[in-house]
């Protein structure tokens, strides 16, 4: 059975960027934020079908995105291995492409991170606010 058309331009307002609210409003054209909130979480948190093809648009975004990064990756590295080498520049400039480069390389300093140790986590009040998501292959 073929997708209501307007849950599919629900998922389009999703994946360009707007909230579940704004998407809805749009996909729905209603008015009231407080309906469009419960509507929106009901359909991304009930709606097998909403939920599998908004993961199935996002593991696709983050593909080519990966894609993309990996490719540009590769020229950043070697511009960063150019100026290292370069003689014209000075020891401080080569100094920071040389970490860069061992950044990249997984070889970063541990850095020591302070905790309040609080790792509360209000689950209604997360899905009230928007403060989810919907677990993709990436994450």
């Known amino acids: 059975m073929a997708m209501n058309p307007n849950r599919k331009k629900f998922i389009r307002g999703i994946l360009s960027g707007k909230s579940r609210i704004d998407a809805y409003m749009e996909a729905y054209g209603t008015e009231n934020r407080d309906y469009a909130?419960?509507?929106?979480?009901?359909?991304?948190?009930?709606?097998?079908?909403?939920?599998?093809?908004?993961?199935?648009?996002?593991?696709?975004?983050?593909d080519e995105a990966q894609q993309m990064l990996e490719l540009e990756a590769i020229d950043s590295v070697k511009c960063i291995?150019?100026?290292?080498?370069r003689s014209d520049k000075d020891d401080n400039v080569k100094l920071r492409a040389a970490q860069d480069i061992l950044d990249r390389a997984g070889l970063k300093p541990k850095e020591q991170v302070e905790h309040s140790g609080d790792m509360g986590v209000n689950v209604a009040e997360a899905i009230v606010n928007g403060n989810y998501y919907i677990k993709t292959k990436h994450n």
């Open 81 to 85: 291995v150019k100026l290292r080498g």
């Open 37 to 62: 909130s419960k509507a929106a979480s009901r359909l991304l948190m009930k709606n097998d079908e909403v939920r599998a093809e908004l993961r199935e648009r996002l593991d696709t975004a983050l």
